[in-house]
């Protein structure tokens, strides 16, 4: 499945050269996502930033950003992935789901010309992350599953510097490409975005099963630590049934220790017509998770200091208390065990937190270290 071209392809100087094609005839396959594309030479697939050319399939967005934020590194929302501290994050255009409720769709339906403002190699980008402090950069925004050339060649300047890099990501990806893919990652938040093939179907324009694929894939065969978001919408996927269903899925396949967030929905794109998730649905959907074994279950995008906090499974201790993305308790050892009874949590944790807090800046990344600047993100 591919679009037609609403807007030129880009120069050659412009394009890198794409990694998982192979050629059927006079078009080009896709292989990195599994809607496979085909496409011809000045055709662009469904994801608007990989394009067909004489040679081949290439990427549109290598070397180009559609803007830098310094983030907590909870906002990805990763709570068990070292508490506290600050991540560089940043997304360029498109994206290869049609989700109907998407809460960045000016980024994820718009083209490279529409979107990408700011340039930057790799190695700056692993610059100035090291510059600014930040402990990790973060590929979000829009899925870094499109731009994976440019996202594992960041990864690999990042971990020159001993930075941690973390996909966002809605885990559509193919099983040639997901090992490189996620080897290059120290962290993933994949997006479970319901648990029917009819959900999957009608409002991300995608299939089911290739998520809960690459969800045990990265769960089971990697080192890359992962944690799991559903976004819970009013009518669609909010059902006792179907959170029960999700979360024995994410009990029986992947364990009982990788954290699982249950995040609120507001109206947006092309789903205005449904109300914002009432926080009590998101207590509600913690409960049945956390009575079915799931030992580390949150909420988010709303105020619940319960729901948000990590808890003991040993003895039912505090162990983070966060207070929006701020930390205010912090009892575990530099180990990461709990202070009270020595249960091992699991995760990435530090002798003491961050102090990031709630903070978010933006990042203006000129080319020169002298001439970058920050300013407070609207």
């Keep these: 499945m591919s679009k037609s071209t609403k807007s030129p392809i880009p120069a050659r100087d412009e394009l890198h050269p794409g ?8 078009r080009f396959r896709c292989d990195l996502c599994p809607r496979r594309c085909l496409v011809s030479a000045g055709q662009r697939a469904f994801c608007f930033v990989r394009v067909g050319t004489e040679d081949g399939m290439a990427l549109a967005s290598y070397g180009r950003s559609s803007g830098f934020c310094i983030d907590p590194i909870e906002k990805k929302p990763l709570d068990h992935f070292h508490p506290g501290t600050s991540v560089l994050s940043l997304g360029t255009a498109g994206c290869n789901l049609g989700c109907r409720f998407c809460q960045n769709w000016d980024i994820s339906t718009s083209s490279s010309q529409d979107r990408l403002a700011d340039a930057a190699t790799p190695e700056r980008i692993a610059e100035v992350a090291g510059e600014l402090g930040c402990a990790s950069v973060a590929f979000t925004y829009n899925d870094p599953v499109i731009f994976a050339e440019y996202a594992i060649d960041i990864a690999a300047a990042c971990r020159a510097r001993g930075i941690h890099t973390v996909a966002v990501t809605n885990g559509y990806i193919t099983p040639e490409a997901r090992a490189e893919f996620f080897g290059a990652m ?5 997006d479970l975005k319901g648990f029917t093939r009819d959900f999957y179907r009608k409002v991300c324009l995608a299939d089911l099963q290739p998520v809960l694929d690459t969800i045990e894939y990265v769960a089971n065969e990697t080192d890359t630590w992962v944690e799991l978001t559903t976004l819970i919408i009013p009518g669609e996927n909010d ?4 959170i ?17 967030h249950f995040t609120a929905f507001h109206p947006d794109y092309k789903m205005m017509d449904r109300p914002p998730t009432p926080p009590e649905t998101l207590r509600r959907a913690r409960a049945i998770a956390r009575d079915l074994g799931l030992r580390y279950v949150y909420t988010g995008n709303i105020r619940d200091e319960d729901g948000a906090s990590t808890w003991c499974p040993g003895c039912n201790a505090l162990l983070i208390e966060r207070h929006g993305y701020a930390i205010r308790r912090y009892a575990l050892d530099a180990a990461g065990a709990c202070k009270q009874c020595g249960t091992r949590i699991p995760g990435h944790f530090d002798a003491a937190p ?16 002298a001439d970058r600047e920050l300013r407070v993100c609207p």
Excluded: C, K
Excluded at 245 to 251: F, M, N, Q
């Design 19 to 26: 990694r998982w094609w192979h050629r059927e005839g006079e």
């Design 354 to 369: 961050g102090h990031w807090g709630n903070r978010r800046l933006a990042v203006l990344l000129d080319p020169a270290p």
């Design 186 to 190: 120290d962290a993933t938040n994949i």
């Design 244 to 260: 029960r269903e999700l979360a024995t899925w994410v009990r029986d396949h992947v364990g009982l220790d990788v954290p699982l």
């Design 239 to 242: 059902s006792d049934a179907e």
